[in-house]
């Protein structure tokens, strides 16, 4: 079961890797925003899988706030992106 | 036997990250990267909450993963109809193997203003721009 649990870190941490990636070469806000959510996620499946290995139930309401920081993250910039960012067009 | 299904479950959610990660990597366009990460992300994580749940078997947990997969569900939907709505409107670049863009038509991008197809609205639009000989096409 450790060896599992060990497994599913590594493949999180490789996405986590990738999503860096696109954050990093993403032409546009909005792909970088996207590639932002996608982090928070990971982040959220790793904090659950952490509470698993360490016997805690209280990461799970971490896991929760995270979830609702990144919503609240990502509306705001969509409305920062309508409103007042610069336009391309 | 319980917990064969719960290394299962753990490992399907990564694998579900991966393939969202991966996707968000490799797709050429802001729509169809979100068209990758919101799925696969809400996806992962439903998995893995089920995994966790599985391994405390307390019902205070149950509340907690349902609670984190219900608003995984309800936000995802939300947030990338924003950004997406949003990257529109910034005027990104569309994937060039693209083949209908059926919002252009019924969208002004000097007004930045969205009609709908119907009549009245339509002619509105076409007083304010005359370009738009397409929107005859798409009504009704």
Known sequence: ?89 | MIELLQGFLLLAGSLFMLIAALGIVRLPDLLTRMHASTKGASLGVMLLMAGVALHFLEEVVFARTIAITFFVLMTAPVAAHAIGRAGYFVGIELWKGTLKDELRPNYNPLSHRLHSGLKKTAKEADMKTPDTDENNKHEG
């Open chain 1, 1 to 89: 079961m450790q060896i599992l649990i060990h497994l599913s870190f590594a493949i999180l941490a490789l996405s986590m890797v990738l999503c860096f990636a696109r954050l990093v070469i993403g032409p546009g806000l909005p792909d970088r925003v996207v590639a932002l959510e996608l982090l928070s996620m990971i982040i959220v499946g790793i904090i659950g899988v952490h509470a698993l290995q360490s016997d805690e139930t209280s990461f799970l309401d971490v896991a929760i706030v995270v979830a609702l920081m990144s919503f609240l993250a990502t509306v705001g910039f969509a409305r920062f992106l309508e409103r007042g960012g610069r336009r391309d067009d």
